[in-house]
């Protein structure tokens, strides 16, 4: 219940998870059919760069600030063409001090039959984010843990969706519910596209996570992950990585151009690393 997600809106971490979603999001409207984007663990929505608590961490300059320092190879700026037009349709006047969180990045991306269920557990947050879309009848904000939407939300009534799962990961067993909760709501919702998002720092579990999602049997699943710095001498949070589920065909082939790129200019030390590949299903994709 103390996270705040502003002292960290616009890292490394974000860049990653939200040039992904918004790729996601595209796929989806490639059918007219509309979809739902579930958002388990919402935040404010929206984030001011220039606030006491952003500028206290900096994360921001080291993500997206560097992001946008220079310019794009040709493929790497089509693939983040839908993420950056967010970013700089909340900054109109240049520069770089709003920053959308995930859901107001998704509703931002919309087509007028598209909708959004976004659930914040914290009081304070959910008052933010339920007045950031107030009145917006394309957006539906809940009070409520999102690990229980897992179950209580799915299948979305269009029966076409996106759930993101981007706990705060404030106590123990964090990698342990992801599994259990994306099992939960797989029964529930086998067709849905599903994005969860894992932090990676010194003794994180990481091979016993990946060991139960192949357990599951779920069976199309695409790892990536993005490693800025070395966890030698820090308990801190050095790379983060996504699990999807039920993956857009071309994001395999998308994350093999744009991973590189984002391990050469986000790197913050020499063992920055990057990588993709299937955790189960399509390895011959690779």
Known sequence: MNYRHIYH?????????????????????????????????????????????????????????RLLAEDLPPAVGEILEPYLRVIHELNPEGGLKHYPGSPKLARMLFRPQDRLSAMELHPDDYETLRRLFDNDFQSRVTHLDGWLSLGAHLPPKEKRGIVLVDPPFEIEGEYERLVDGLEKAVRRFPGGMYCLWYPLKKNAPIAEFHKALKETGIPKMLCTELTVKSDRGTTGLTGSGLIIVNPPYTLKQELDVLLPFLKERLAQDRFASARSFWLTGEAKAS
């Open 9 to 65: 809106a616009g890292n490394f971490a974000d860049v990653l998870k939200h040039a992904v979603l918004a790729r996601l999001v595209i796929y989806m409207q490639g059918k007219d059919k509309a979809f739902r984007v579930l958002d388990t663990h919402a935040g404010i929505g929206l984030y001011d760069l220039s606030s006491e608590e952003a500028q206290k961490t900096g994360e921001w300059l080291d993500g997206i600030g």
